[in-house]
């Protein structure tokens, strides 16, 4: 059965603290690993990782991919307030056509 | 801009109706998902379709049924509701075109079953 893992569940830091959030996998035919940031609304798109070892990076926000250990990590630095959310990771495979499988999610809170 | 809009925000119904979550994206996507999420569970796939009139299950559709008769609308279906269907619904949809699995997302429906 496939899987997807989030640690922490849940994570409690200040204003200006650095946080890496994990995600790790195993599913059949891995094609993509997907990071989305979810406030009290609709989850929106980070970012899309396919290929080990490249990363992808948005303002402070970066993330990689390492498809022999089968984990990815989404870093987070100089976090704000803002940053505040649920972050979710989802993988696709082949066998499901378009659909992801969703972890459970880590729920940041950044404290000022 | 993906617009994904979902008939309502908020609902609540009481134990034994049938009930019409609808979902209606407007880039002409051919997929479109049903999740629900709840504390501690993540998102779940409900149903999935991948064309007009196509659906394939998710991983609980149990207690659940879909409809696709347009392409830019996908309607899940509580034929009973039940108040362990209470949760938050989000629709998603995308594009299709490999190599991109980015969903867009709807707004959720928190539907209360009592």
């Known amino acids: 059965e496939d899987k997807v893992v989030q640690s922490p569940l849940s994570l409690v830091v200040h204003e200006g603290d650095t946080v890496t959030l994990n995600c790790s996998y195993e599913v059949t035919n891995f094609r993509s690993l997907l990071w989305y940031k979810q406030e009290k609304k609709a989850p929106t798109f980070l970012f899309m990782l396919?290929?080990?070892?490249i990363e992808k990076k948005s303002g402070r926000l970066s993330s990689i991919l390492d498809k022999k250990e089968l984990f990815s990590i989404l870093n987070i630095t100089a976090t704000q307030t803002g940053d505040s959310a649920i972050y979710l990771c989802a993988v696709a495979n082949s066998n499901s056509g378009y659909a992801l499988n969703f972890g459970k999610g880590t729920s940041l809170l950044v404290t000022p | 801009d993906v617009k994904v809009t979902q008939s309502s925000r908020y609902l609540v119904k009481r134990t034994g109706e049938k009930v019409f979550l609808e979902c209606v994206q407007d880039m002409d996507h051919e997929n479109m998902f049903w999740y629900r999420q709840d504390p501690g569970l993540g998102l779940r796939l409900i149903y999935f379709?991948?064309?007009?009139?196509?659906?394939e299950k998710g991983d609980i559709p149990e207690g659940y049924s879909v409809s696709r008769e347009k392409k830019e609308r996908f309607s899940l279906i509580l034929e009973s509701a039940s108040t362990n269907q209470t949760s938050m619904y989000l629709c998603a949809s995308l594009a299709g075109a490999y190599p991109s699995y980015e969903q867009y997302f709807g707004p959720g429906t928190r539907l209360t079953v009592t």
């Open positions: 379709s991948y064309d007009v009139k196509m659906k």
């Open positions: 396919t290929s080990s070892g």
